[in-house]
């Protein structure tokens, strides 16, 4: 279902009027009314007060996998957001996994962060505003991830990664579908992306 359905089932089944649950996260009735007619989405911050509201998790209400029961602060944790913007790269916010989710991402969460895209990448079926979920802990491109988040002159790009046989060198696969090589220092390697959500 979509997170139109989703938002309503999950407060139908809490037995709260669209009105309960504006009030009781600080938003108005017509804002619930707008999430559950999918004529708008809202932001991080108002996803995560909507799932502790109603006890399901941030990932299931937005994205509809992974439903858990928030009963105990151990089942969950708040993964760093990561948003780039004409000044760089800055924490926007954060965003609430369920710790065996977060867990089978990566083998250590401290290094998982999300990124949230500022611009549309069709040669992964991205638009901007989806999120991916970087293993910050990998600072190197090899063979053993397929796609990347790299930093180049202070923009994000999401890549393909494509072996160099040059030593200072590093080779990736652009949005454009393009090849290309640059040297490693003039790449600033993010990490590898181990997922992605998509705001639709």
Do not use: C, W
Not at 15 to 21: R, Y
Not at 22 to 51: C, H, M, N, W
Request: glycine share 8%; net charge negative; aromatic share 8%.
């Amino acid at each position: 279902t979509a997170f139109s359905g989703r938002i309503a089932s999950a407060r139908l089944a809490a037995g709260l009027s669209q009105e309960q649950l504006g009030k009781s996260i600080d938003r108005t009735r017509q804002s619930i009314l707008q999430y559950e007619r999918d004529a708008s989405f809202p932001p991080i911050d108002v996803i995560q007060a909507l799932a502790q509201r109603l006890g399901v998790s941030a990932a299931y209400l937005a994205f509809g996998e992974h439903a858990v029961k928030v009963g105990n602060a151990d089942d969950v944790v708040n993964i760093d957001e990561i948003s780039y913007g004409k000044d760089g790269s800055y924490e926007s916010g954060s965003f609430v996994l369920p710790r065996a989710l977060a867990e089978s991402y990566v083998s250590d969460i401290r290094g998982l962060k999300v990124i949230a895209l500022n611009h549309n990448a069709p040669l992964f079926e991205m638009v901007a505003g989806d999120r991916v979920f970087v293993d910050t802990r990998v600072r190197e491109m090899t063979i053993e991830h397929d796609i990347y988040a790299i930093e180049i002159g202070g923009e994000m790009e999401i890549v393909r990664y494509a072996p160099s046989p040059k030593k200072e060198m590093v080779a990736f696969v652009n949005p454009s579908n393009t090849t290309v090589e640059m040297k490693v220092k003039d790449v600033k390697v993010l990490g590898p992306v181990v997922s992605t959500i998509s705001r639709k």
